[in-house]
């Protein structure tokens, strides 16, 4: 197949969603967090993560998951510096996407390198390529932060931050939304960012 005859299976992403929910459950981290997705890939899927310096100066990447799912690879920066750790942890998580979701299109294409696949990669339509990694980053989201905690966890801020604030709150506001998924995020092992889409994604918000 040529890059520019490549489409992107249709995966919506409820069904990206549902995937990482049942990717979690059967990994044994379905009421826990932080999702261990180091553990997932290394010790219970047997796949090497391994730190390439310079990558996404190379390829426009931070990670990629070779052909075989026998390696993920990351750029060295993200596994080296403990402030990129939540990104590392995304970034993981994302490549675990590829591997649930889009084995058969890896097959398909037949690449057995890692360079084959940058190589065919960056031929891609950007619209394709835009829905592929679509489908990955929601099912990164999802296994990393599940919907039923992410509840729990908004309205425990919620009432903490409440009770140390001497006037009333108005959460529905874009700064106070902010130090909510700032105060949730370290228990999940994700950047506020990824809260605050999360929230968008799964359309809630704080409670009253």
């Given at each position: 197949m040529e890059p520019s005859d490549f489409i992107a299976p249709f995966i919506t992403r409820e069904q990206a969603w549902a995937a990482a929910d049942t990717f979690r459950q059967a990994h044994g981290h379905q009421d826990v967090t932080p999702v261990d997705v180091l553990d997932i890939?290394?010790?219970?899927l047997g796949i090497s993560v391994i730190p390439i310096p310079g990558l996404s100066d190379r390829h426009r990447v931070v990670a990629a998951i070779s052909p075989d799912f026998q390696r993920?690879?990351?750029?060295n920066e993200l596994y080296i510096d403990d402030r990129l750790f939540p990104r590392m942890r995304f970034s993981i998580a994302h490549e675990l996407?590829?591997?649930v979701l889009h084995s058969n299109v890896y097959q398909m294409l037949g690449l057995s390198t890692i360079e084959d696949w940058y190589s065919f990669r960056k031929n891609i339509p950007e619209e394709e390529i835009g829905f592929f990694e679509y489908h990955a980053y929601e099912f990164a989201?999802?296994?990393?932060?599940?919907?039923d905690m992410l509840e729990a966890r908004l309205r425990e801020a919620v009432m903490r931050l409440s009770a140390m604030s001497q006037e009333e709150l108005d959460f529905?506001?874009?700064?106070?939304?902010?130090?909510?998924?700032?105060?949730i995020a370290p228990s999940f092992e994700v950047s506020h960012q990824t809260i605050l889409k999360r929230m968008e994604r799964e359309n809630l918000s704080p409670p009253t």
């Open positions: 890939a290394e010790i219970q993920i690879y990351l750029d996407g590829h591997f989201g999802r296994l990393l932060v599940q919907r529905t506001g874009d700064a106070a939304l902010r130090l909510v998924a700032k105060t």
